[in-house]
């Protein structure tokens, strides 16, 4: 099970994991040549990506990526990459390389093949990933109930990604797959507020992978998980 950690607000978390992130990546840099990082969209990440903009270390050899993307235009205010552009790749980090998920087809299960491609591009394994949750316990776009939900979870795939159509959100999403989040050293699960931690202690408690997802993620023996969490 996860290791949970509880930080005395945002300002601590956001600073603490941003060095915690930028050392991974120092590391893989130092052993690999380069560094992959995989990060989510929403509003709890931008504090850490403003600490993570000014971490100094060799950017140009990091590789960032999404763990999810809704199926909109790179404009689009739903869009995560127009969230990570405008937030993560600035400063010190303005030197890294970007691996979008979105591209030109009309629908992701369209799109899939181009994006698997694209990700074929990123240092797997990963050095670090960073995941939410969402208060129906779905992570990245593992939602509950979803028609792809099972083979997105599947570890024999041999998929980085699939598209997804959430019953409990809106917009179709292409998203990691179960085996592509966990080839990464560390998994850490960020979450802000007594409602998330809430989420959490019953995810933590539960087995059903389909009624909440992130289980599949915290349940697992393979990739160390953090939960980092502060109110």
């Not at 000014?54 to 790179?74: C, F, G, K, M, N």
């Not at 966990?182 to 960020?190: A, E, G, M, P």
């Not at 995810?203 to 992130?214: I, L, R, W």
Request: charged content about 20%; hydrophobic content about 40%.
């Amino acid at each position: 099970m996860a290791n949970f950690v509880e930080f005395s607000g945002a300002a601590a978390l956001n600073q603490n994991f941003a060095k915690k992130i930028a050392d991974s990546l120092r590391q893989g840099i130092i052993d690999n040549g380069r560094a992959g990082l995989v990060v989510s969209g929403g509003r709890t990440p931008l504090g850490l990506f403003e600490q993570l903009t000014q971490q100094e270390l060799d950017w140009s050899h990091v590789v960032i990526t999404l763990a999810d993307e809704r199926w909109v235009e790179p404009d689009n205010a739903s869009s995560n990459e127009k969230l990570v552009r405008k937030n993560l790749l600035k400063g010190h980090a303005a030197k890294a390389r970007f691996i979008p998920l979105k591209n030109s087809q009309s629908t992701p299960f369209d799109g899939e093949e181009l994006t698997e491609q694209a990700l074929s591009k990123f240092p797997w394994p990963a050095d670090v990933v960073i995941l939410g949750m969402g208060d129906d316990g779905h992570t990245a776009s593992l939602f509950p109930g979803a028609t792809n939900l099972n083979p997105a979870l599947a570890l024999d795939s041999g998929r980085l990604c699939m598209g997804m159509t959430p019953l409990t959100a809106p917009l179709d999403r292409i998203t990691l797959t179960l085996p592509a989040l966990l080839d990464s050293r560390h998994i850490y699960l960020h979450l802000v507020g007594d409602s998330k931690r809430d989420v959490y202690e019953q995810a933590a408690q539960g087995t059903d992978v389909n009624e909440m997802p992130v289980r599949a993620v915290l349940g697992q023996q393979k990739t160390p998980v953090d939960v980092y969490w502060t109110v």
